[in-house]
């Protein structure tokens, strides 16, 4: 028997989130997520990411620990949602060129799945380890790529505000629920 139809023993609010449950993952599936991004003016896209780079990794600009990015551009995909962002830093600052879902030109490319990336994000998982399961691959300059991700792999725990690893969570518990 589903659990839709097993519902009679749960209370009302229950029974609207284990209604609603699916068809928000349904909603909110990496799939449908670059489309969706799509929709929102591509100013907008840049700046948000621009702003939560460089106020995430506030400390990290300052000490340099990006300045070998500067004048290069990463192009970072997240392959079930066909989107792609391209990255730059200039003047001691993250810069984004674009939020697509098509490929752009970029000196270095990083590519992961959009779980793998929330698990990298929330260091739930080291990007040496993803790179060796194939989850995390890189391309063109590859000195580049491996820098960045190296880079990454040395941000400590509390880098990341708890604010955004909530909403990852949250958002990765979603999609991860198996369809009813």
């Known amino acids: 028997m589903s659990q839709?139809?097993?519902?009679s023993h749960l209370s009302f609010a229950d029974k609207i989130t284990a209604t609603l449950q699916p068809k928000l993952?349904?909603?909110?599936?990496?799939?449908?997520l670059g489309s969706c991004i799509s929709f929102v003016p591509q100013v907008i896209n840049r700046k948000l990411i621009e702003a939560v780079l460089n106020r995430v990794l506030q400390e990290q600009i300052g000490d340099g620990d990006f300045d070998y990015l500067t004048g290069k551009w990463l192009l970072v995909e997240i392959r079930d949602a066909q989107l792609f962002t391209t990255i730059g830093f200039r003047n001691h600052q993250f810069v984004c060129r674009q939020v697509a879902q098509e490929s752009s030109d970029a000196d270095a490319r990083l590519s992961?799945?959009?779980?793998d990336a929330i698990d990298l994000v929330q260091q739930n998982i080291d990007p040496d380890t993803l790179f060796f399961q194939r989850k995390l691959t890189i391309g063109g300059d590859t000195e580049l790529a491996h820098h960045v991700k190296n880079t990454l792999d040395t941000l400590e725990p509390d880098t990341i505000p708890k604010l955004i690893k909530t909403i990852l969570q949250k958002y990765q518990a979603i999609?991860?629920?198996p369809a009813i």
């Open 4 to 7: 839709l139809t097993n519902l």
């Open 25 to 32: 993952a349904a909603l909110l599936a990496p799939q449908k």
């Open 112 to 115: 992961v799945f959009a779980a």
């Open 175 to 177: 999609i991860s629920r």
